[in-house]
């Protein structure tokens, strides 16, 4: 009793339940913080707000404040009966005060708490089971008497009158636990089953998880590369932009000196010239003939030598040494080259289309690095090694390593793009790349993407550009990947096999042509 008494205590007036998150206003009344919220929301616009239970006027909302001391009550009650409060079911004979049901009989459709249990009839049949709203679902919808059975035929729960006069007599019978336990082998396996998928699961998740670490441990590193990288070359330009200067600066210096002293020496020669001129301007304004013919001869006064000396010293004078400031430049390539051997070692190779394997509606370029189709006949030889329709490999074949090359599909509609191993069928159509299992591709049909290995087509995006495609494959990996380069970049596809032969470049053109651009990269991963 005791117990019901507080259970009513803690009961909110406004959702008759156990207070959640209970607060308080300011005449003391305590409700769930959403209830009265949602009172307060409705006297909103009418002059005032009034408590539910004691009609306390506020002009204006009145603050909310938590009940610690309360929700530590509530806590605490429902900590000790927490099944009986879970189910929400209350006492259907308690009507003063909601006090949670411990059973429900079938037989009365009734709930009941503790109390009225201990006085309930005891007869078979008054069957209790645990609290449930759906007491109508345990008896016949016909008899109004409790299940017994189970028909298995109609797999129905019946009463004994469904077994002698309704519309299961004569059907198999068993009783409802006998029928339960069976169900319940059942469900374990399925149980059984799921455990094992969800185990599989979790194995997965694990694995996808301890992968993700591995790349952010992995993109960590190669930003710290990067980074390292970067800074030393910002470090580098800085050193070598100091030491142009300087060496601009010093020349500019000994320039200088170079043509002040030119400048100072020419100076006093002019000087000396302005002297010698004035002399001369006497002489000539002379009357007596004596004095002048005895002044020695004044011919050296225009040594053009001397002029020429001169004018060779501030030309020499007057020139910074470009091709020391040049060289100190080239240092730069030394930098560049740095870079790519501290991200990757690359080396650029060729990479031809083997005109042996091209079909004969298949046209070459001289360079062969174009493929076009052709409704002329080439008249090539047949030989097991050429493609009957529309195809043409590479001749190079890659059996190690990682590479990357690219190909200009921009004038082509309808296309493949990708790689091959020599075993390939050469006749049929079962030739195609991507539609054998010795080849993987990317393919543009019908303005759509797709990429295709083993007749196996999986749809790319709609809204992706392909003008040109970069194909990189990591041998020891069996990973082949595909990008279109255009902006921005997007990674299209990787397909991952155990690679058991070499590969070669395929192309397969239904119109217009495609072209390899520029050779073979390889490449290492950043340490």
Known sequence: MASADLRQELVCSICLSIYTDPVTLRCGHNF?????????????????????????????????????????????????????????????????????AAKSCLMCEASLCDKHLRVHSKSAEHVLCDPTTALGNRKCSVHK????????????????????????????????????????????????????????????????????????????????????????????????????????????QRVSISVSDLIQQLEIKKDKLSGKMRHIEDLCNM????????????????????????????????DLDVRLISGTLHTLSDIITGINTGIYVQEATDILLDVITAANNIQISGDRKTASRSEINQHHPVTPERFQYNQVISSRRFSSGRHYWEV??????????????????????????????????????????????????????????CDRV????????GQMSFYSLCDPITHLHTFTAALTEPLHAAIWVWNGCITLCGGVRSWETLP
């Not at 009550?73 to 879970?86: A, C, H, M, W, Y």
């Not at 068993?174 to 336990?181: G, K, Q």
């Not at 441990?217 to 710290?224: L, M, N």
């Open 145 to 252: 008497e409790s299940y017994k059975y189970y028909c298995t035929e109609d797999a129905a729960c019946i009463c004994v009158s469904c077994c002698l006069i309704g519309e299961h007599t004569g059907h198999k019978m068993e009783s409802l636990d006998e029928a339960s336990e069976k169900k319940k082998v059942k469900l374990r396996k399925v149980l059984q089953k799921l455990t094992t998928k969800r185990a599989e699961a979790e194995k997965r998740v694990q694995s996808l998880q301890e992968h993700r670490r591995d790349d952010e441990g992995k993109a960590a590193g190669v930003i710290e590369t990067v980074t390292a990288l970067f800074r030393d070359i910002r470090r580098q330009l800085e050193d070598l932009e100091k030491r142009v200067l300087s060496e601009i600066s010093r020349q500019e």
């Open 408 to 465: 200009d599909v921009s004038k082509s509609v309808e296309w493949r793009v990708g790689m091959c191993y020599p075993s390939i069928d050469r006749r049929g159509w079962q030739s195609h790349i991507g539609d054998n299992n010795k080849s993987w591709c990317v393919w543009r049909y019908n303005n759509q993407y797709y990429v295709r290995h083993n007749s196996t087509v999986i749809g790319l995006p709609d809204d992706i550009p």
């Open 287 to 318: 009357g007596d003939p004596v004095t002048v013919l005895q002044e020695p001869d004044t011919g050296d006064l225009c040594d053009t030598e001397d002029t020429e000396r001169h004018d060779n010293q501030v030309r020499g004078a007057g």
């Open 32 to 100: 769930c913080r959403v209830c009265i919220d949602r009172v307060l929301d409705t006297q909103e616009g009418a002059g005032a707000y009034t408590c539910p239970d004691c009609r306390a006027e506020c002009q204006e909302r009145p603050a909310l404040i938590r009940n610690i001391p309360l929700c530590n009550i509530v806590g605490s009650f429902l900590s000790t009966r927490p099944d009986q409060e879970k189910t929400g079911i209350l006492c259907t004979y308690c009507v003063d005060s909601p006090v949670p």
């Open 470 to 477: 970069r194909v990189y494959l990591d041998y020891e990996a």
